[in-house]
């Protein structure tokens, strides 16, 4: 219970899944959480806070330093694993499962296993984008067997332990190839990504850096609506140039009238109401669709 109600002290303000994660398990629980100072977050791998006392609200040195994160942020800290730990990581990760790391000082206090679980919504959402020829990636900051193990489960390519700032280098050499990328992230750690990518994706109650960075917000707070977004953007591409070849062929029938069959001013005039009229027709069609869709709906 101490070491649930650490993690969830120190992940308090944090919306990302792990934390929400672990502040639905102390929630469950009930805990009491500790008072903690505003928070030093390192990139992608974890944070640090100080645990105030009841006798003062404000940041001392003597306060003790809890640390939250993965195994990479612990060594980095230089907080020693010891060797059942180590091997716990190995388990767990053959399992898909990962762990979160908390320190006290300088000392490991204990670790909370995390199994992934994936949107109800991912699977048809996967197979429509699939069914379009768009290929898909899981660009991950976690281990390399969760993430390969989610990737089987969705049927996915998959990227693992990748910092923020090398998703971005994802991306990019995905564009150097000849890609364009959309990057669907609701993240601090993929805000870089989706600044690089040629769109971005994110859902309502990400975090402010997601959503700030977002190009397209999905207001329904799940991925549904992606499928809705790609639809209106196909139909929309297709009317668009319908109506451009439509025009063109207007305007050309009027340039070979005039120089090949001596069409006069009224005749140009008349191709010219004819594109305007047909050009009006193309763009409420959407609208006619939608109606007809109503009507049978009925």
């Not at 003062?56 to 640390?67: A, G, M």
């Not at 990760?93 to 670790?111: E, I, P, R, T």
């Not at 609208?287 to 709906?297: E, G």
Request: glycine content about 6%; some cysteine; hydrophobic content about 45%.
């Amino acid at each position: 219970d101490r070491v649930l109600a650490l993690a969830a002290a120190a992940e308090a303000r944090q919306t990302h899944p792990i934390a929400q994660a672990i502040l639905t398990a102390a929630d469950a629980q009930a805990l009491d959480l500790p008072t903690v100072a505003p928070v030093n977050y390192a990139l992608g791998l974890g944070l640090k806070v100080r645990l105030l006392s009841d006798k003062h609200v404000t940041q001392s040195e003597h306060d003790p330093l809890v640390r939250v994160g993965s195994d990479r942020f612990m060594s980095a800290e230089g907080i020693v694993l010891p060797e059942e730990v180590v091997t716990l990581i190995q388990t767990c990760q053959q399992n898909g499962h990962s762990l979160v790391m908390v320190a006290v000082d300088d000392s490991l206090v204990g670790c909370i296993e995390l199994q992934p679980t994936v949107r109800p919504e991912v699977p048809q959402v996967i197979q429509t984008l699939r069914a379009q020829g768009l290929r898909l990636y899981i660009v991950s900051g976690d281990q390399e067997a969760p993430t390969r193990h989610l990737a089987q489960q969705l049927g996915m390519e998959y990227m693992a332990n990748t910092l923020p700032g090398e998703k971005a280098d994802r991306v990019s050499a995905l564009q150097q190839v000849g890609h364009r990328v959309c990057f669907i992230g609701d993240g601090i750690n993929d805000a870089v990504a989706m600044r690089q990518a040629d769109v971005s994706i994110s859902l309502q109650g990400a975090t402010t850096a997601a959503t700030d960075t977002a190009q397209i917000i999905l207001m329904e707070g799940n991925l549904h609506a992606l499928c809705s977004l790609l639809q209106l953007a196909t139909a929309f591409e297709c009317n668009l140039a319908y109506n451009f070849r439509f025009t063109a062929g207007v305007s050309l029938a009027a340039t070979a009238g005039i120089l090949c069959a001596g069409f006069t001013f009224a005749a140009t005039e008349l191709f010219f109401s004819v594109s305007l009229i047909g050009g009006l027709a193309i763009a409420m069609q959407p609208l006619l669709n939608n109606r007809k869709r109503y009507l049978h709906q009925e």
